[in-house]
């Protein structure tokens, strides 16, 4: 059975304090890894794909990595519009359902 | 564009009642999904859908049916509500000729009481 692992379940920062989330998986044959954002009382938005090992992808102060067991989103000097709840999806080649971690909750303190 | 529309946005229901949630997406995407997150869980697959005409299901489907009416439209029906189905129920759909990210509808709170 795909299993998609977060943690922590929350992460506190200080305002500039750089950290990284992590999202392990256990998929019979992974088609793709994304992840999602999250604001209070909205649907998550897209963020990045990932597709091989050693892939990686930018956005902003966002940086996703992908090895062949788990997936990392490092946050570097964080700001507080960078507070949400970030999830971790798998998607695998037996078809095109999304499977989900239970997200991490990632609070910036000015 | 308006991307996946969702109604209603918020429902109180009584134990018992049914109802059906509304999703419309104008991406022309072949595959359609419904979950629903509840704290700490994440979020679960109900039922999904691979292209018109077809409906599988989820990791949580039990109390729920649903209807692919058209390419656009894809309804989650409960038939007698549960206070276990308290939770919020995500639309989504995506673009199944390539791997790519998939777009979700603002959501439906729902309360059973």
């Known amino acids: 059975e795909d299993q998609v692992t977060q943690s922590p379940e929350a992460l506190r920062l200080q305002e500039g304090e750089s950290s990284s989330l992590n999202c392990s998986y256990t998929v019979s044959g992974l088609r793709g890894l994304f992840w999602y954002r999250q604001d209070p009382g909205k649907g998550p938005e897209f963020l990045f794909t990932l597709y091989s090992a050693g892939e990686e992808k930018e956005k902003e102060r966002l940086k996703a990595t992908l090895t062949k067991k788990e997936s990392f989103l490092h946050i570097t000097a964080p700001k507080p519009e960078d507070s949400a709840t970030y999830l971790c999806a798998v998607q695998t080649i037996n078809d095109y359902k999304l499977s989900f971690g239970a997200g991490t909750t990632v609070t910036v303190r000015a | 564009n308006a991307g996946v529309t969702q109604n209603p946005k918020f429902q109180v229901l009584k134990t018992g009642q049914s109802m059906t949630l509304q999703c419309a997406q104008d991406?022309?995407?072949?595959?359609m999904y419904w979950y629903r997150q509840d704290p700490g869980m994440g979020l679960r697959l109900i039922y999904y859908s691979a292209s018109e005409g077809t409906t599988d299901k989820g990791e949580v489907p039990n109390g729920y049916n649903v209807s692919r009416l058209n390419k656009r439209e894809f309804s989650l029906r409960l038939e007698s509500a549960a206070p276990s189905q308290t939770s919020v129920y995500f639309c989504?759909?995506?673009?199944?000729?390539?791997?790519?990210?998939?777009?979700f509808g603002q959501g439906t709170r729902l309360t059973v009481v």
């Open positions: 991406m022309n995407h072949n595959s």
């Open positions: 989504a759909s995506s673009d199944d000729r390539e791997v790519t990210e998939a777009f």
